[in-house]
């Protein structure tokens, strides 16, 4: 069965650190990644996703970058952290297999809630 | 672009009654599916039902269903005999088709559902 990792669980950090949160997935191949965040209070907003290694699609301008070395790992990162970044973060896969029964289903992780100080 | 729109931001029902979650949303494509996330205080984003809008009959999953209203574009959750378990913040969320892409969930802001004794 496939499983989804996503690290550290919480994280505190202070006002221009750098940032890098690790997603894996494991049981699948080719998976479609995605970074999601969600603000005190409000819905999900997508951040990133990856179709494939080395493809990342940006949603929204801001201060972070993703990254996808391989092809079940993504990294959520910031060279200098605002205020503004704190959030919980949830990573998520989907099959990258197109269309089929299962193929539209996105499974989150456990999510990383990051302080900004 | 999409939007998915939860006008109820809290909910309370009574162990063992029935409550029902709205969600309307706005698109003009005629294809896509439609999903019910759940939240619980441990913060995991949880697979509730999903609905895909080319079918006319009504998701269910033991004892959650919908009812999906296409030309009114709405798509309500139905939850009976609720539990204690259920407690949680329910997102309604939209996805277009995967054509190939990455599958994009937009969600609504959520409805934080309190059950009680």
């Known amino acids: 069965s496939q499983t989804i990792h996503q690290w550290p669980a919480t994280l505190v950090q202070p006002v221009g650190s750098p940032l890098s949160l690790e997603c894996t997935v494991e049981?699948?191949?080719?998976?479609?990644l995605y970074w999601y965040r969600q603000a005190a209070g409000r819905g999900l907003q997508l951040l990133f996703y990856?179709?494939?290694?080395?493809?990342i699609s940006s949603e929204v301008p801001q201060n972070l970058s993703a990254s996808r070395p391989q092809d079940r790992q993504f990294i959520l990162s910031s060279k200098k952290l605002l205020l503004s970044d704190s959030g919980f973060y949830l990573c998520?896969?989907?099959?990258?297999?197109?269309?089929?029964?299962?193929?539209?289903?996105?499974?989150f992780g456990a999510g990383s809630r990051l302080t900004v100080l | 672009a999409q939007t998915v729109t939860q006008s109820q931001p809290e909910m309370s029902v009574q162990e063992a009654e029935t409550v029902t979650l709205s969600c309307t949303y706005d698109?003009?494509?005629?294809?896509?599916?439609l999903f019910w996330y759940k939240q619980p205080p441990s913060r995991q984003m949880i697979l509730v039902i999903r609905?895909?809008?080319?079918?006319?009959q009504n998701a269910t999953e033991n004892r959650f269903s919908v009812n999906f209203q296409k030309a009114a574009k709405s798509f309500s959750l139905k939850i009976s005999d609720s539990q204690l378990g259920d407690t949680a913040m329910y997102f309604c969320?939209?996805?277009?088709?995967?054509?190939?892409?990455?599958?994009?969930?937009?969600f609504g802001t959520g409805t934080r559902l309190q059950v009680t004794l």
């Open positions: 998520a896969w989907s099959s990258g297999q197109g269309l089929s029964s299962g193929a539209n289903v996105l499974t």
């Open positions: 049981g699948t191949s080719n998976p479609n």
């Open positions: 990856s179709v494939g290694i080395g493809q």
């Open positions: 698109t003009s494509e005629n294809n896509y599916y």
């Open positions: 609905q895909e809008a080319y079918k006319q």
């Open positions: 969320a939209f996805m277009k088709p995967n054509t190939g892409t990455a599958s994009k969930l937009t």
